[in-house]
Every structure is written in structure tokens, then in C-alpha cells.
């Protein structure tokens, strides 16, 4: 009992003094835990021991909600392996947008008085003290999310019923494939995943819809549920989140659209109406799902460099979507915007955004800048793969997208473990920074003399 | 005379109401005069007509300073050609220089007495009034700039009278070079360039010493001179110029050499002390000198790639080499140095750098890659080449670099002309852009409340 008061205790400080340290090592226990399960025999169709690369890659995948695998999903893993890596993305969900609702709080919290107020606008507590503690917290969280996958299955079942008419295996993949949608996991049960199913426009719009309603992230999630369409009462992060979510996927799903139009490896033999819905669809996996209906590595270059582009922005904070974050992009076009207009202040939609939130936006995006770069060389390094591909699995593992070109299944060892650190940094990575970013800033008593460099 | 009057009086009112675009009409219009130039039977060995898209390609790759060739300069162009060239290379770097400058003191006078007065100490213009007008500017700059190219000419005329025993084609080939060097130009007068001189250390490293000065900026040039050795008299501006250029040279030339030291195709059969020498080479080169003693076709892709991100950084402001600018780096890493560190105000040497500089080096590096971006998929699209050549040619030609894996020269007309834009707008459009957002900030007397969004 002491040792466990004392563990409680060590727990308590360190969360206190650096949550973001504490969730690194939480999130890296949940990976090795399920790197164990993974290499049960019986978590194999052949019952045999699956490889530490596989499974540690398989893991990490999974918790990090990314979607990429080494072996065949559907072909590898047996009923239990599939379950385990369901488990998985459903607790890596959860515990990825539990982290990033504390970690917000706290920012805000250090931000004072004003700044605490506007945080908690933007998560919806406007009540005093309701999500007050994290216990609150988290029962939101999982009553929300778990409503919405339960949501998604009800639909989702009858669907794979009437296609393959096994009501034990509908109940399965329905299950799996909305914790999978919602998460943004991109894991799929069958050996094909929705490739077969593309004619089938309720499975794969649901999972559309799952995908893109996980990636809005919670505070979102909560503002609509509040506030429904009384869009002036939302807070400035939701606007600014809905805005540019459908901006970019819609204005990925033309350009997608058009460059694919009439390539007979993709989407080309589709009939017309199906063109358009299923360029909507590769659109919005981008943000960042992972699922696809079409072969990657059959994309032209052109479309895979903006599916890259696309992959990058990623989906809206505190969501199990990965990339630099769409607010991250909205905060620096605002800026260049104010700065073309010689406004001083930054500004959208009747707020003003504080310099501080630009600075932490742009260490955002060079921090995923060179974490993609420095990956991509390695791989590049290692497989001497053209850059196409390499980038395009490297933005996919550091998004959390899960879009694949099938790199990572022909990667040695040393490229798996690279690709799973991607992973791994693309999860926590730019959450943690821009929290422990945002916590730090404080004003300044003593300045120096200005001097203005030339630019450009 | 009338008529004449009358242009003048437009001229002077475009130029003062709007310089920037006043330059982009008079570069369209040098451009023209050398492509009718280079279009001329006698430019070409041949005497025929050079087809439009290779006249304007060459003369747009002259006057932006930028080298890359769709013809081998050397085998295609007559001797008159090659003066033409390099002419239009002495023009346009003058050129260059002389605008980015005007653009920087109209900045200052803009901001106010004492933005002047810190525009003119990096300028280096504390004698009041010195660089008052133009044409004192101008007559600075030429001579200056002048005197450099024929000390670099001085070296190289006897190396290669020593080389080819030809006084005639010596006289022309050093001034060519020194010319070529100085101005970051990238232009070659023989067929296989430098490839064959890499033994003559006197030639290749006086062309690398030229390329380094050139790659400084005029502003930075101007300080070394008066001020010397006593740095601490030195603009916040040529400090942080110096300091990430001497950073990103031998950050490069270590990792390039490390990553090609055994590859047979480009330095790995060179002795010891060449290795280490050609790495130095080839890292100032892609700052944006853009000779080369390798073929960069034979790059490993690893390379490919971090010669790509030295391109995308280029050289010093108000100079002849292109890319984002050296100080456009720095401030952005300050600022997130800063915010790593807490500090709301971002610092160098003791001076503060203010919040509109971040926001317009923001906007210079978000433009960057939005240009690159759509060159590159349009070039993608137009070529189906693999990524690594099509982002190593796009990025070459925006910042003005000159590296070449030989795309250009197997691109449809389509592909040169979206190249000579590339060229074209790299070459102003950072300056333009700098300088017009620089121009426009202003205080702000109403602000909107304030509200954060989640980033990351
Ligand atoms: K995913
Ligand atoms: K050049």
C-alpha cells in the first residue's frame, strides 16, 4: 500500500510539473503493452510469434490512430490480433484527445485569468467548474465518443449484413470499422478493406462522415452539440476549425478530382456521380483517415504531391487526427492576410488572435517540417526508394494518416522502427510542443533596442 | 520632347507610387530585349534562329542570375551569344541589387524616422545622406560591385592562360566567370563547365570565394568594408547574414560529403583533401552560385533532397542570390527560440527584432512554398518524371540557383516557359513581396477582443 501511495505520488508530480513528459512515457507504456499482445501466437492467424518490428510497428500504428501496417490486417492478424488493435485505437482515441483537453486546460490555466475563460470557451465549459477536474473530464470525453462510434456501428452493421449476409461478422466489422472511422485509425478487417465495398455508398459514406466528425476534434464536437447552429456562439477555435475542414476538403476534392479524372487506375472507370463522391472521399481520408477505395501507388505524381500537401495540414486540435493541425494553418494565412492588409492585429471573425498563438503556430510547422525532412532522408537513405513514395509514407506515419503507398510493408527493420518514431513524434509530438510552448509565454519588463533585419 | 516628357512624368509616378511594380515591368522588358537578342542567327554557333522558348528561357535565366540552360551554353551559343549572356547577367544582377536596395530605403522612409535611420545603418549609410538618391546608390553600387568582378577576373585570367595557353579565350572566359561567379549567375562558357578544371584549385575556389561574396548582399558588403573586423560596429542585419550563411555552409558541406563520400559518381573517387574541398563547393553552391564539378543527376536522393533545402534557403538579402533569404531564416528561428524560451520579444545581439519582421518573413516562406509547390505539380503533370528531379529543377529555378539534373533541357516548351516564370517570380517575388508588406505596417488604433485558438 505505501509503495502504491508512493507511485500515486510520483505520478501526481510529475503530472503536475510536466503533463506533457508524463503522457510521453504513458503513451510509450500503452505501445510496449500492446506490442506484447501483438506478439501473442494467438493474436496470429498461423499461431505463430509475429516478429518485434511487426508488432511494435502494428502497435505503435494502432495507438497512434495512424492506420499504416507491415503485414496485411485482414490476412495476419487472427479474431483476437483484430480485436487487440481495435482496443488499441479506441484507447489511443481516447487517450489522445483526453492528453490534449488536459494539456489545453493547463495552458490555459497558466494564461491567467482571461486566457482560462477564453480555453474554456473553446472547450465549452462556460459552467462554472464543470469540466472543472479531469475525472469530468474524461467521463465527457468517453460518454461523447463512445455515443458517436455506437452511432457509426448501428449504421455500419446492417450494412455489412446486407453485403455479406453473416450477422456475426457484420456485428464485428461494423464495430471495427466505426472505432476505426471515428478514430481516424484507418485500420481496416478485411484483407481488401473498403476496396469491394466502393459500390456500397452506406458503408463507405459513413465511414467518410466518421472520419471526417473524429477529425473536427472535441472541442468542436462539444461547440456544435451546444451550440447547433447558432454559429455566433461558437468559439473562435470552431469557426476557425469547420472553416478551413471544409475549405481544404473540398478544395482537395476538386484538385484530387480533376487529376484523376480520367486515370483507369483509380477512379477513372468510376461512373460519374461516384468520380465526385469518391475524389470527396480521398479528399477528406486525407484529414487524415487513411482509408482509400483505390491504390496509392496508382495516384499520378501530381495528386500524390497534393495528397502530401493535404496529409500534412491534417485535421483540427484535440482530435485523434494527426498533421500540423488545421487552426495552425488558419492562425499563419490570418497572419499573412493582416500582413497584406497593414493591419497590425491578426484577425478573424471579429476576434484578435495574440502574437503568441502565431509563434507557437509556426514552431509548429517547422518542428513537422523537420521531423518529415530528417525522416524522409533516412528512408531515403535506407531504401533508395524515389522521393514520391518515401515522402509520401513519411508525411502519412507523421500525420498519423495512414494513407500508404505499401512502403512500409517493404521496409527493413530500421526503416519500421523509423516509420513508428514518426508516428510517435506526429502524435505527441506537436500537441506537446504547442502546450508547453503557449504555457511559457509571459511578458517581458526589460526590452531591448529594436533593429529590423531586411527580409526577403 | 513632349512625348518624352510625358513618359518621364508616368515613370515617376509609377515609381514612386509603386516601385515594385515599376520593376516588375522594367525585368519583363530587359527580359524581352536579350531573348530578340539571343534570337538573333549570329548569338547561336549555328547562325539559325534559336526557337522562342530557348531564346527566352536563356535570356530569363541570364537576367534573374539563375543558370539553368535548356541549350549547352557552351556548344549552342556563339561567342556574341555568350557576350549577350553575360551582359544580361552584369544587368541583371546590377539590377537586382539596385531595386532590392531602393525597395529597402523606401521601406525605411515609410516606417518613420527611426526605421530610417536603422534601414540606413544597414544600408550603411550613417554619413547623412550619402546614399541620399539614387543615383548616388546606383553609382555606389556599381562601382562596388564592378571592382569586385575584375578582382575576381585578375585571378582567373592567368589560371586559365595557364590552363589553355590561349591569352583571347582566357581574357574572355575569366571575365565570363568572374562575372558569372560574382553575380551568383551559374552561366558557363565551356561545354562541360568547371567539369575538368576541378584539379586548378585557383580556378573552382576563386569561383566559390566570388559566389560566397556575391551570395552576401550588397548591404552586408558595404558593412564589411567600413566597419571590417570590428564587429560589434556591424548592422543587426550583417551579423545575422553572416552568421546563418557561415552556419548553413558548413552544416551542408558536412552532410553533403558525408552522404556522397563513397559514391563513385560524384566525389567519392576524389583524393582526401578534394573530398573535403568539394563538399565546402558544393554546399556555397546551392547558396545560389549554381555551378556544379558533379553531375547532380548522380546525387543519392538523400543528397538530392538536403541540396534541395540549402536551395530553398538561398543567399543574403539585396543581393544576386535567390531562395527565401538567409535572414528570413534567422528571424523565423529566433522567434521560435524565443518561444521556446518564454521571452515575448524575439532577440539577437542584443537587439529586438519586431513582430512585423516575423510576420513578413512569414509571409516570404509561405509564398515561397506555395510557388514551389504548384510549379511542382504542374511540372509533375506536365513531365511524369519522379519527384526528386522535378522538386530539384522547380526548386533551382525559384531560388534562382541554377543546380541542374538536365530537366530543363528535355522539358516541352510547356514545361520552360512555367520554369521561366518560376524564375522570374523568384527572382522578385520575395523582394516585391517584402518589401510592399514591410511598407504597409502601421498601428493599429481599434483592437478586436482577444480569443485564442488551440494550436498543434
Ligand atoms: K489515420
Ligand atoms: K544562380
Not at 465495398?197 to 452539440?225: D, K, R
Not at 497590425?344 to 509563434?359: K, L
Not at 506526429?426 to 502546450?435: D, H, P
Request: a neutral charge; one cysteine or more.
Amino acid at each position: 500500500m505505501r509503495t502504491l501511495q508512493q507511485v500515486r505520488d510520483a505520478v501526481d508530480e510529475i503530472a503536475a510539473s510536466s503533463p506533457s513528459r508524463l503522457f510521453l512515457v504513458v503513451l510509450f507504456l500503452v505501445i510496449s503493452v500492446f506490442t506484447a499482445l501483438l506478439s501473442l501466437p494467438a493474436a496470429s492467424v498461423k499461431h505463430t510469434v509475429t516478429p518485434l518490428h511487426d508488432a511494435l510497428f502494428t502497435a505503435t500504428s494502432a495507438v497512434t490512430v495512424t492506420g499504416l501496417t507491415t503485414v496485411n490486417s485482414g490476412e495476419h492478424w487472427s479474431l483476437f490480433g483484430l480485436i487487440v488493435i481495435m482496443v488499441a485505437m479506441f484507447i489511443g482515441g481516447l487517450g489522445v484527445i483526453t492528453l490534449a483537453s488536459i494539456l489545453a486546460m493547463a495552458v490555459s490555466r497558466r494564461l491567467g485569468v482571461r486566457g482560462k475563460l477564453l480555453a474554456q470557451q473553446s472547450m465549452n465549459t462556460n459552467e462554472s467548474g464543470r469540466l472543472g477536474e479531469v475525472g469530468t473530464l474524461l467521463r465527457i470525453i468517453i460518454t461523447t465518443t463512445t455515443l458517436i462510434q455506437m452511432g457509426l456501428a448501428v449504421i455500419l452493421i446492417p450494412a455489412y449484413w446486407f453485403e455479406d449476409r453473416d450477422l456475426g461478422d457484420a456485428v464485428f466489422h461494423g464495430l471495427f470499422y466505426a472505432v476505426s472511422a471515428f478514430n481516424n485509425g484507418g485500420f481496416v478487417s478485411h484483407a481488401n478493406g473498403l476496396v469491394g465495398y466502393e459500390h456500397n455508398l452506406l458503408i463507405t459514406m459513413t465511414v467518410m462522415v466518421g472520419v471526417f466528425i473524429g477529425s473536427l476534434g472535441f472541442p468542436v464536437l462539444m461547440v456544435i452539440l451546444t451550440c447547433r447552429h447558432h454559429v455566433k456562439r461558437w468559439s473562435l477555435h470552431a469557426k476557425l476549425t469547420v472553416v478551413v475542414s471544409i475549405i481544404l476538403c473540398f478544395a482537395g476534392a476538386v484538385v484530387l478530382g480533376a487529376l484523376e479524372w480520367d486515370n483507369p487506375r483509380t477512379i477513372g472507370e468510376f461512373s460519374f456521380g461516384d468520380k465526385i463522391l469518391y475524389s470527396l472521399f480521398g479528399s477528406v481520408m486525407t484529414r487524415s483517415g487513411g482509408f482509400s477505395v483505390v491504390d496509392q501507388n496508382e495516384l499520378n505524381p501530381t495528386s500524390m504531391l497534393i495528397t502530401d500537401a493535404l496529409m500534412f495540414a491534417g485535421g483540427g486540435s484535440v482530435s485523434t487526427a494527426g498533421g500540423i493541425k488545421v487552426t495552425t494553418i488558419a492562425v499563419l494565412f490570418l497572419a499573412i492576410a493582416a500582413e497584406a492588409k497593414g493591419h497590425s492585429d491578426v484577425r478573424a471573425f471579429g476576434r484578435r488572435i495574440p502574437e503568441g498563438a502565431m509563434r507557437v503556430a509556426l514552431s509548429v510547422v517547422v518542428l513537422a517540417a523537420t521531423l518529415v525532412t530528417i525522416g524522409c532522408a533516412l528512408l531515403l537513405w535506407i531504401t533508395k526508394e524515389p522521393l514520391d513514395r518515401v515522402l509520401f509514407e513519411t508525411i502519412s506515419a507523421f500525420a498519423t494518416c495512414g494513407l500508404s503507398v505499401g512502403l512500409s510493408a517493404e521496409l527493413p527493420p530500421s526503416g519500421k522502427y523509423i516509420l513508428a518514431a514518426l508516428m510517435y513524434a506526429g502524435r505527441l509530438g506537436t500537441i506537446t510542443l504547442a502546450a508547453s510552448l503557449a504555457a511559457r509565454q509571459r511578458d517581458q519588463r526589460f526590452h531591448y533596442p529594436e533593429e529590423r533585419p531586411i527580409i526577403g
